[in-house]
């Protein structure tokens, strides 16, 4: 079992990788873009004051960071865990729901670990969730090969629900005390 060590004196470090930005808008629905919701809730991570946990976000600010240079950031800092925050879209408007999945490289007992932990923590707060982990195959995730990592599709910006549930500040609030209370 995966489990941040409470007695450590240290911090864990928890990098979030909030996807796009710049001139890189994700996707888009109407008005509403992936770089900003993603970087939104990895704002609401890195102001959360844990006892335990430590959260960095690699882009901050609404600009473009290559995959090259997010993977140097993440290598110089050396955290505990890498979360890759996503909304997705599907032809489908019916399907909905978080997503969950560890690198296709990547597949480490600990990052699968860590996703179920997650998965766990969004359906203990009631979110729309697949019913397991799956794999990514993206360049980001394939390339962070020593540190566990996590890649969380936040919701589907297609689907009406999970649409109005990714705009409003309350729930992403949610969202990143649900990531928070799924690593303790």
Do not use: C
Request: aromatic share 6%; hydrophobic share 40%.
């Amino acid at each position: 079992m995966v489990a941040f060590n409470i007695n450590s004196a240290q911090k864990k470090v928890v990098v979030i990788n909030a996807s796009h930005g710049g001139v890189d808008w994700g996707i888009t629905y109407d008005s509403i873009n992936e770089k900003e919701l993603v970087l939104n809730i990895s704002q609401y991570l890195s102001s959360i004051n844990d006892a335990h946990i430590k959260f960095v976000g690699i882009r901050n600010t609404d600009d473009y960071i290559s995959l090259n240079d997010r993977i140097s950031k993440v290598d110089s800092i050396h955290p505990d865990l890498v979360i890759t925050l996503h909304v997705a879209q599907d032809l489908d408007i019916r399907k909905s729901g978080v997503v969950v999945s560890v690198g296709k490289n990547n597949e480490s007992d600990t990052s699968k670990q860590y996703g179920n932990k997650i998965l766990n923590g969004f359906k203990s707060q009631k979110f729309g969730v697949n019913d397991s982990i799956t794999t990514a195959d993206t360049y980001f995730m394939n390339n962070v090969k020593e540190i566990p990592s996590v890649l969380i599709e936040l919701g589907y910006l297609s689907n009406e629900k999970d649409r109005k549930a990714l705009i409003n500040s309350t729930t992403k609030e949610q969202i990143a005390k649900a990531i928070t209370a799924a690593l303790q």
